[in-house]
């Protein structure tokens, strides 16, 4: 198989893949894709229409990404919809839609078209073992689920949603337990993925380590 510049990062809901991917676009010029995001705008559409065929177009044709080093923003006809996917709700209703079979097929063209050869970064659940099979580099983050709902819960502090910490830590289990054991591309590592936990890692040790890799397998 033709290994294609891609760098695959995958794992757990607030495993740090977002932050890694963002940092590895920024310094290296890579495009990013969050697939995760896509999944959530998917599900947000989805309470407006329930044509798949007509959102995965709306998706294609009317939404605009800006990748910034902090965040990734997502406009929908000038109105910046960024917040409104950030939700434990969306994110709930995003899981349930993932696990269809023609969901997930009407984003994997989507996801494909985000490539160019100058390189990429994929942040998702199935990055390494589905969309692009063929990265030259894949990771799988992981992260106890303790630490991954207290990286949460900040993060959806900072944007003004109140949050309750058990209650966190109980979605986040039981997302992870339905995205790691559904039929269709489950979470779960690819066999030449490099495991990285970081449960007890900053993401500045993360970084250092990923660098190491990405100039093993990329210069
Ligand atoms: O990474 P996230 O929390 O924003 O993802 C939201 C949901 O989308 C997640 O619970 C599962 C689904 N998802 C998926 O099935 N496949 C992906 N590649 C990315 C996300």
Redesign the pocket.
Known sequence: MKKINVITV?G???SG??ELSRKIAFDYRFKIL???????LF?YLHKKNSDYEEIADKIKNEIIFQSKREAIYVFDQNNDITNK??TEE???E??K???RDNV?KS?FDI?RSFYNDKGLV??????GT??FKDAKLKIFLLASSKVRAKRRYLELQNLGQEVNMPALIDDIEK?DL??ST?KL?P?TPADDAYVIDSSNMSLEEVYSYTKKLINKEFI
């Not at 994929?122 to 990055?127: E, F, I, V, Y």
């Open positions: 995958d757990p809901s607030a893949k977002g969050d697939s995760g995001l896509l999944y959530r599900a996917l950030r969306i994110a709930k995003a899981s839609l993932s696990s997930r984003l996801q994929a942040d998702g659940r199935d990055m589905v969309v997302r339905k995205d559904r591309s979470l």
